[in-house]
């Protein structure tokens, strides 16, 4: 009897080992903890705007299965609530190559304001995915657990027990609706991947760890490629997420814009505060449902615009919200130099 409880015991102690070794996929650090940036934002861009590095010796990462849609990153995007609203170009991979954003003339002007009439405040652009080669870093320091759960209970191949890393690069920008200009630059890479004999080897892998630790199986290349790919693209594209909900990220952007807009609660009431470089010409407020041309809607501007008091070499305006509906409200001021900047609140979400 306790032969069998020691058996158990042993058994019990190598499956928690097991479960709490086998996840090839490092966790990411929870980005919904933060706040979402006030702001509603466009995705454009493509994956495949950058080539691969030629001079790379080893096999790249994504080659001919370099991603087209943009949705995942969207889809992150939302899982992690980075922006207050977030919306897809309805043909974005028409967009690689020239792109109408970034260069002077009639075509950007036209992208740029049917955005602004969307509602958006700035552009998140993918300016593209260079590839690079996966890198073997060999065994890592599992093999003990490896070892022991092989021999034990023969489940080492279950245990992640090599590395590897994509050179793989991901490149974004956070770009204003009026001139195009980046705010904001962000490049990303996956980091390091740890994976078991299941996710590196063939099937013929598999029947020699029978016999042979799992450590010491020869990889598959195809197969390790398929891994690192699949694991690569969603770690960029939550790392992604995660850099632009950053303490770094908000203060470049903040800095980056002639006025910064908030919403603060003071004494139960919401209150629009607005710290600009130069002075306001225009306040509107837009919100679905409401006429932002209306009588109270015109009484808040002239209310925030008498509100304006020098501080330094800044203009601080601030003046209770109008009754609103729940849901997006969406602020836009105009500068005495003709500078427009916007910003997204959920009103139904109270700071």
Known sequence: MNLQRLFGAMVQAILLLLAAACSSVGAVPDATTQPPLDAAVLVTGSFATVAADESADAEVTFGPDMPTDLQPLVDALQSAQVFRRIGLDPAPGARSGTLPWAEAGAARERYLQQARDDGYDWLLVVEGLRDGPIESQGINGRWPITLGTWFLVGLGFLIPDHGFESRAILRVSVRDLESGRVLYESLVNAGPVELSLVERSSALGLLTSIVVPPFWVADDEAKVGRSVR?????????????????????????????????????????????????????????????????????????????????????????????????????????????????ATFDTGRRP
């Open 230 to 342: 699949g694991i690569t693209l969603q770690r960029l594209l939550q790392f992604v997420a995660r850099e632009l909900k950053s303490p770094t990220a908000r203060q470049r952007l903040r800095d980056g814009s002639v006025a910064a807009i908030e919403v603060v609660r003071d004494s139960g009431v919401d209150q629009l505060r607005i710290t600009s470089r130069q002075a306001l010409s225009v306040v509107r407020l837009r919100q679905q449902g409401v006429d932002s041309r209306g009588a109270e809607q015109q009484g808040f501007e002239r209310s925030l615009l008498a509100s304006m008091r020098p501080q330094g070499d800044q203009y601080r305006y601030e003046a209770p919200l109008p009754a609103a509906r729940e849901g997006l409200l969406q602020v836009v001021v105009v500068t005495i130099e003709g500078e427009v900047v916007s």
